[in-house]
């Protein structure tokens, strides 16, 4: 009897620290807006934490806003992550240099956050320094501790990473969308 009754909360102490880091984790993640990626394998939505990095969540929804997106291709493909973002992307006769572009507007800050690169962690690319991302974007396809404190996490996949896992080099992204926090 008081082995069942010690199973029995130990059962329900998991059950509670369970709930609360679900529940923080969730508080985290509903501070900013949603994007939308409709590609041609399917939609991914992805929920920005305005919160974490400001200025960089402003700057993608202000690129979504002016289409900047809107029939790129992602122009890497890896097991560990896929990446677009690179208006070069558009024109299948400059793949040699796909990934070298961007909106030529860098952030200027580096907004490193507590956030781990675990799957479905969606980061901005850049090329040694945090503070020069630009226009790209990765979604990570498994954990890459490695990149911890290297580069700004700006969302979190909540819908679409099997998509994501089908995703293919220069497969397009037809739309990009903002969905702003609450709405359907």
Do not use: C
Request: aromatic fraction near 6%; avoid cysteine; charge should be positive.
């Amino acid at each position: 009897m008081i082995m069942r009754k010690s199973l029995t909360f130990a059962i329900g102490v998991l059950v509670l620290v369970a709930t609360v880091a679900h529940a923080q984790a969730g508080r985290g993640a509903a501070a900013g807006p949603v994007l939308v990626l409709d590609t041609v394998k399917g939609p991914i939505e992805i929920q920005l934490f305005a919160s974490d990095a400001p200025k960089s969540v402003e700057h993608i929804v202000g690129l979504v806003k002016r289409s900047f997106y809107r029939s790129q291709r992602f122009h890497r493909v890896e097991p560990t992550l896929v990446q677009f973002g690179d208006p070069q992307s558009r024109d299948m006769t400059k793949q040699g240099s796909w990934g070298t572009g961007s909106s030529y507007n860098p952030i200027g800050v580096a907004e490193l956050s507590k956030r781990t690169h675990v799957r479905g962690t969606v980061g901005l690319a850049n090329s040694g320094n945090p503070k020069t991302a630009d226009s790209q974007l990765y979604i990570m396809k498994a954990p890459s501790p490695s990149l911890n404190g290297k580069h700004v996490i700006v969302g979190q996949v909540i819908k679409g990473m099997d998509v994501v896992d089908k995703l293919q080099y220069a497969d397009m992204i037809k739309l990009v969308a903002i969905k702003e926090a609450g709405q359907k």
